[in-house]
């Protein structure tokens, strides 16, 4: 059974920082890209960055390029947000996800708040 479970989230002033991480079990995920997405209030839910399965590329919506770096440790089944030069207009909550093709299944993290005070 595929889990993910977010951890890393609070509350932090504009500027700060924060490291997100996902703990994922139940398969080899050293297989398979990871993301993170993230929902506002009264927003739909939204792509924020996404690593491919060997580590090698990334990519990142345009509003967070530059202040947010997404990595992964496949030995810790973990994926990571650094998220840097926070604003308040990051605040939501964030989810980490995979999508597995042979179960035809995108599989969702609970999803963890993060809240930036101005």
């Known amino acids: 059974q595929v889990q993910l479970v977010e951890s890393g989230g609070g509350l932090v002033q504009a500027g700060g920082s924060l490291r997100l991480s996902c703990a994922a079990s139940g398969r080899t995920f050293s297989r398979y890209n990871m993301g993170w997405y993230r929902q506002a209030p009264g927003k739909e839910r939204e792509f924020v960055a996404t690593?491919?399965?060997?580590?090698?590329?990334?990519v990142y919506a345009d509003s967070v390029k530059g202040r947010f770096t997404i990595s992964r440790d496949d030995a810790k089944n973990t994926v990571y947000l650094q998220m840097n030069s926070l604003k308040p207009e990051d605040t939501a909550i964030y989810y980490c996800n995979v999508y597995i093709r042979v179960d035809q299944t995108n599989y969702w993290g609970q999803g963890i708040q993060v809240t930036v005070s101005s």
């Open positions: 690593v491919d399965w060997s580590g090698g590329t990334t």
